[in-house]
């Protein structure tokens, strides 16, 4: 059974601080994505990374970096905390672009909130 | 990047009735796919349809494809009282930046 888990249900963090999501995938997908959803924006894209040590920005990257040291796992990481970044983070994985055609594999979310 | 857009936002219908959510996009693409996203969670791939085919079925699901109108629909037949969630289309358009999403179509099932 596939698997993408990541560290928090639930976090709250004060504005400020230095906030990590991580993800962990175990389907040794290439592909590794994380996304933020807030009511009526629906699922928009930070960052995504098509290989270990590779990173490309997505539609909204600015007040996050992320990190791939590792195949299986992403990291998401909010520099300096703001209350504009409460939100649900979601994390996916899919394999290489190359093979075409794939789903993404969700997460089950980490609902963030920066008060 | 651009979004597919879900039609209607909010559904409810009585369990046992069809749902229908449709799902119009801008640019050409390489397939659509249908996502499920129970209240708080994240979201699960239901099916995906390729641009050159225009009907797909999986299990109560039925998907269209018209790539000439740039539209998609999703029905789920027989609705149950566990079909309650959010549905979302996404589209992968060929490119190395995944799939774009739309804002989803929250489905009631009225027990």
């Known amino acids: 059974d596939v698997k993408v888990t990541q560290s928090s249900r639930y976090l709250v963090k004060r504005t400020g601080e230095k906030v990590f999501l991580e993800c962990v995938q175990d389907m040794d997908h290439e592909n590794m994505f994380w996304y933020r959803q807030d009511p009526g924006l629906g699922l928009r894209l930070i960052y995504f990374?098509?290989?270990?040590?590779?990173?490309e920005k997505g539609d909204i990257p600015e007040g996050y970096s992320v990190s791939r040291e590792k195949k299986e796992r992403f990291s998401l990481i909010l520099e300096s905390a703001s209350t504009n970044q409460t939100s649900m983070y979601l994390c996916a994985s899919s394999p290489s672009f190359y093979t075409g055609g794939h789903e993404q594999y969700f997460g089950p979310g980490t609902r963030l909130t920066v008060t | 990047s651009q979004q597919g857009e879900e039609d209607p936002q909010a559904l409810s219908i009585q369990e046992g009735e069809n749902a229908t959510m449709n799902c119009s996009y801008k640019t050409s693409i390489n397939n659509l796919q249908w996502y499920r996203q129970n209240s708080g969670r994240g979201l699960v791939h239901l099916i995906l349809?390729?641009?050159?085919?225009r009907e797909k079925h999986s299990g109560r699901l039925r998907v269209t494809l018209d790539t000439s109108k740039k539209s998609s629909s999703l029905l789920i037949t027989a609705s149950r009282a566990a079909d309650t969630a959010s549905y979302f289309c996404a589209t992968d358009e060929g490119g190395a930046d995944g799939l774009t999403f739309g804002k989803g179509t929250h489905l009631i099932i009225q027990p």
């Open positions: 349809i390729r641009s050159n085919e």
């Open positions: 990374s098509y290989d270990v040590k590779m990173k």
